[in-house]
């Protein structure tokens, strides 16, 4: 079976993560970047099928500009067997449609059986991409699963809904999205890390895909205004001394709250 | 069939015995600030087809539903729904099941998608569409270069409500399946008992409880604060892995974004990822013994104190004064 894992680099949540004023646009020089950790736990559900099962490919794909290549390599460390990494100019900025398009573009010429992705990511929050991939992509497409057994022809899930949650059967070739119920990814060791440089890392422009990126091609959501919060100030911090709750009483007295 | 001017679609979630789901009347309110709403319901009853009405569809355009296969049958009828009436725009909610069918909708019909709506407006050139960014750090607006836009509905997240309509036009669908694979699903079960507790998306006070509580039995007294105070209750992540309440009340990045009135901090340290999901509250309280924890940066009034000492003393002075 042929696995694509779907990763992607985020600004570091433990960081200071910045907005540019002017594009609205990530400001990948104000903090550090990782690799989304769901998607590293999306990358755990290939790995641990891929143990029991000798002759599982696991791939990781990437969209992401030149500088990502220290993480799509980390997804190599942890233990995909080679990677693909979308890498082109024109992608600046590249909106949930477009971005779709070239994922989906670049799966289908790695034909694999499962695409793995995490249901959200953490910078864009978009939670759409699985969707639009298994439409591109004509595969079937089971969303938010906590709990995912794959087998021969099909997976098997637990999804999460907004109501409870359920038991799904999607037929392979199918988009699976995973949550964060899942477990946390294998650390990668040193023999990892020393093996991931000698596996492939293919990395691929718009033009090898056939994608255009050109904007009378298709309609694309644009950023048309950025404005920066002031940040919280913090108000009155007072220690227990037998006191606080009426004092947090009286606080919320003055401000209505209660 | 003839439709209202400047129509706004809009698919209402439904639940699975077939009533509206809670975030209907905000996305309904949001469609009416924008043009004429449209609802598009599938699988929803009599009852159902009323109460869209009622919260301001002028027009509920109604399908079979089909729960045993996931999501093609909801974009078959939306897309169907999209075709005869030539919107402009396509609400959904940002519900897992309103993302899911957004995103195929998007791709079929060749429209510019934006997620995770917090407003949405007109301007000269169109509608407008307004996001909160990073826990709320930033605030940014999206429009599509042309054609409609597709809009997922921060559930919770408007305000606005649209006016009754005494004698909605309502219509059967006709829908020609798209034969598009399609996963097949099993009933769904809730993950906890009903409640009579408010939904934490929308609600006007939280209380959240953290690590701190150290026990799913002591958890309650979140709980018990919460009843005494009307709130819905929250969690950090660390307080749901430790299986001390369910996902569905994690506040933060990574769950659900709350913007109450009110919300209260029990032994929370106030990580980054919990932030980005609460710090847009009007006024925040925070309770935990640890004078240097990163949530006395953000809270309104902060206790530098045990939990288990102030909270009962509290919920005892909160009964002293309704007495
Ligand atoms: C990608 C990513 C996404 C994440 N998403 C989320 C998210 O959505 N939501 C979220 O919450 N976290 C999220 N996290 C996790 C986050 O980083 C923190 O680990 C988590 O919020 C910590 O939860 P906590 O404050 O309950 O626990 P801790 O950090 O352990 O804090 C417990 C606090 O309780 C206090 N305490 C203990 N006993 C008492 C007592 N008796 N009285 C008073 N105070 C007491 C302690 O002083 C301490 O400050 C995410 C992390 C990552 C990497
Ligand atoms: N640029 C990208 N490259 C690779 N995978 C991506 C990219 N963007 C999103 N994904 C995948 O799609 C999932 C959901 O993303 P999103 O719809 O942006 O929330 C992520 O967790 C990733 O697995």
């Not at chain 2, 400047?6 to 209402?12: A, G, N, S, Y």
């Not at chain 2, 009853?45 to 729960?67: N, S």
């Not at chain 2, 009903?194 to 939280?206: D, F, H, Q």
């Not at chain 2, 109450?260 to 925070?286: C, D, E, F, N, W």
Request: negative net charge; hydrophobic residues 45%.
């Amino acid at each position: 079976m042929k696995i694509y894992v779907l990763v992607k680099e985020v600004p570091d949540t433990y960081g200071d993560r910045k907005l540019d004023l002017e594009t609205g646009l990530a400001d990948r020089g104000a903090g550090d970047v990782v690799l989304d950790e769901i998607t590293e736990r999306a990358l755990e559900v290939a790995l641990s099928h891929a143990d029991a099962n000798p002759g599982t490919e696991v791939v990781a794909l990437s969209m992401a500009p030149e500088s990502a290549t220290a993480s799509i390599r980390r997804s190599l460390a942890i233990g995909a067997g080679s990677a693909v990494h979308v890498c082109d100019e024109a992608l600046r900025g590249a909106d949930l449609g477009l971005t779709a398009s070239v994922l989906a573009a670049a799966i289908r010429r790695g034909e694999p059986d499962l695409v793995i992705t995490g249901n959200l990511s953490t910078d864009g929050s978009g939670g759409v991409l699985p969707a639009m991939l298994a439409e591109h992509l004509g595969y079937a497409q089971a969303t938010a699963l906590s709990a995912v057994a794959i087998g021969a022809d099909a997976v098997t899930a637990t999804r999460a809904t907004d109501f409870g949650s359920q038991q799904v059967t999607v037929p392979l070739p199918a988009v699976i999205s995973i949550t964060e119920a899942l477990p946390d990814a294998r650390f990668p060791n040193f023999k990892g890390i020393m093996a991931a440089k000698k596996k492939p890392l293919e990395v691929v422009s718009l033009a090898d895909l056939g994608v255009s990126a050109d904007p009378a091609q298709a309609p694309q959501a644009i950023l048309t205004a950025v404005s920066e919060k002031p940040p919280r100030a913090a108000g009155v911090k007072i220690t227990d001394e037998g006191d606080a709750a009426a004092q947090l009483v009286d606080f919320l007295v003055q401000n209505r709250l209660v | 069939m003839t439709y209202p001017e400047k129509p706004i679609l809009v698919l209402v979630d439904v639940t699975p015995d077939g009533q509206l789901a809670s975030s209907t009347a905000g996305l309904l309110g949001a469609a009416s600030t924008l043009g004429a709403p449209v609802a598009v319901l599938v699988g929803g009853d009599a009852a159902a087809t009323a109460a869209v009405a009622a919260l301001g569809a002028q027009v509920v355009l109604t399908a079979e539903g089909d729960a045993s296969r996931l999501t093609v049958p909801l974009a078959d009828a939306l897309q169907a729904a999209y075709r005869a009436v030539r919107p402009d725009a396509v609400l959904l909610s940002n519900s897992i099941a309103g993302r899911d069918v957004a995103g195929r909708l998007a791709v079929r019909e060749h429209l510019a998608l934006s997620v995770d709506a917090v407003g949405v407006s007109r301007d000269d050139e169109g509608v407008v569409v307004h996001h909160s960014v990073y826990g709320g750090a930033y605030l940014t607006d999206s429009a599509p270069t042309f054609g409609a836009p597709v809009i997922t509905v921060r559930q919770g997240a408007i305000d606005a409500r649209g006016e009754a309509v005494a004698d909605p036009q309502v219509e059967q669908l006709g829908v020609e399946p798209s034969g598009a694979p399609a996963a097949s699903a099993d009933v769904i079960e809730a993950v906890e008992a009903a409640s009579s507790r408010p939904e934490l998306r929308g609600a006007k006070v939280v209380v959240s409880g953290g690590r701190g509580l150290g026990s799913k039995e002591n958890f309650s007294l979140v709980e018990d604060l919460a009843d005494e105070l009307g709130a819905a209750v929250g969690a950090s992540r660390a307080a749901v892995d430790a299986g001390y309440i369910p996902y569905a009340h994690q506040v933060g990045q990574t769950g659900v974004s709350v913007s109450p009135q009110l919300y209260i901090a029990l032994g929370i340290s106030g990580a980054i990822q919990h932030r980005a999901g609460m710090q847009t509250a009007k006024t925040i309280v925070a309770i935990n013994k640890d004078p240097e924890s990163p949530i006395f940066d953000v809270a309104d009034f902060g206790i530098v104190g045990d939990l288990f000492t102030v909270v009962p003393q509290l919920i005892e002075a909160l009964r002293a004064r309704k007495a």
